[in-house]
């Protein structure tokens, strides 16, 4: 029997950690890698709930993480953890989806891809719903303007866009 933490994230994050995480036919299950970061963490999280209180069960789009197993820590007993680290591993996992996102987007752009081809592709290979398109769109371009704001140019022969579309000549800031 699996346990799970029920955590709520953005539509497209949940998306994207099914496509690579899921379990079985699921739209909402997922089980990270057995020596993983985000298992890690969440062993050294989990407690046995406090007395007269019942772990967090799911409610509406919530994601369900599988709880890993453990001699120490079996999941029959330790399957409660505080809302504060159920909202850590939610800034984890976001903080995947983002790695993912700006590693392979970036590198397209590098090498010339547009932004918009290279981001759809990302969103086909990862699973993402086409409908967070221009979410996304809106924080590659974030992205990209915080490092620009720090002298960092992904590509500096490229054209990116503010958030209003303004075009931005990188090479006449």
Do not use: C
């Not at 406090?50 to 709880?67: A, F, K, Q, S, Y």
């Not at 453990?70 to 790695?99: C, G, H, L, W």
């Not at 960092?152 to 866009?161: A, D, G, Q, R, Y």
């Amino acid at each position: 029997m699996e346990f799970y933490i029920y955590i709520d994230l953005k539509r497209y994050v949940r998306q994207f950690l099914i496509n690579k995480f899921g379990v079985g036919d699921s739209d909402w299950k997922i089980k990270f890698p057995e020596r993983s970061r985000e298992n890690a963490f969440l062993r050294a999280r989990l407690m046995t709930p406090p007395e007269g209180v019942r772990p967090h069960m799911r409610e509406n789009e919530e994601t369900g993480i599988v709880i890993p197993h453990s001699v120490s820590k079996p999941p029959e007993r330790y399957n409660y953890i505080t809302q504060e680290d159920r909202n850590a591993i939610k800034d984890m996992v976001e903080s995947v989806f983002d790695a993912s996102l700006k590693i392979e987007v970036w590198e397209d752009i590098k090498m010339g891809v547009k932004i918009k081809n290279s981001l759809l592709a990302w969103m086909r290979r990862n699973g993402v719903g086409l409908e967070s398109y221009e979410i996304l769109l809106q924080r590659i371009n974030r992205m990209l303007m915080a490092y620009r704001k720090k002298g960092i140019e992904v590509n500096p022969s490229k054209k990116i866009f503010k958030k209003d579309g303004e075009k931005i000549d990188n090479d006449n800031p």
